[in-house]
């Protein structure tokens, strides 16, 4: 997974690169785009990630039962 996410966003940071600078002939300012993505891929792979894990999905529908 973290190969994947690194690979990611090497593209993501080429792809930026070559839109912003290349083709629209802007200079890139920051990578917070790239960043955001990133994290919201591994926010996505972490939750797929815990939902898998028995004891943590027991644990969570023993709290949502709670309430």
Do not use: Q
């Not at 996410?5 to 629209?24: H, Y």
């Not at 917070?32 to 591994?42: C, E, N, P, T």
């Not at 990630?49 to 039962?65: E, K, M, T």
């Amino acid at each position: 997974m973290l190969v994947v996410a690194v690979g990611l966003f090497a593209l993501s940071r080429l792809v930026g690169g070559v839109v912003l600078e290349k083709i629209m002939g802007r200079t890139r300012r920051s990578a917070w785009l790239s960043h955001a993505f990133i994290g919201l891929f591994l926010v996505a792979a972490g939750v797929s990630y815990l939902s898998s894990i028995h004891w943590v999905v027991d644990a969570w529908n023993f709290l949502r039962g709670v309430r």
